[in-house]
């Protein structure tokens, strides 16, 4: 068992990783599908613009399904 000493807590927090900003990671692949390039050399913003070009109507297909469900659902809640 080790003991905790306040000059070993202070080196684990300052050494310590940060937290991540996002709750969940990206579903993304590591080479660009576009270029074909590793996407680590941010030089991507083309890239991201055609993407989203492309996924334009994918995601209003996907939004319009929710939309749908939502409407079908109805209120749980009503007064």
């Given at each position: 068992?080790?003991?905790?000493?306040?000059?070993?807590?202070?080196?684990?927090?300052?050494?310590?990783?940060?937290?991540?900003?996002?709750?969940?990671?990206?579903?993304?692949?590591n080479h660009c599908d576009i270029c074909n390039k590793a996407r680590s050399?941010?030089?991507h913003q083309r890239c991201s613009q055609i993407r989203q070009q492309r996924?334009?109507?994918?995601?209003?297909?996907?939004?319009?399904?929710?939309?749908?469900?939502?409407?079908?659902?109805?209120?749980?809640?009503?007064?």
């Open positions: 068992m080790q003991v905790e000493t306040p000059e070993v807590g202070a080196k684990k927090a300052i050494t310590g990783t940060r937290p991540r900003l996002a709750s969940h990671s990206l579903d993304l692949p050399t941010r030089k996924k334009s109507v994918e995601w209003e297909a996907y939004m319009g399904n929710v939309e749908a469900k939502k409407a079908q659902q109805g209120r749980q809640y009503a007064r």
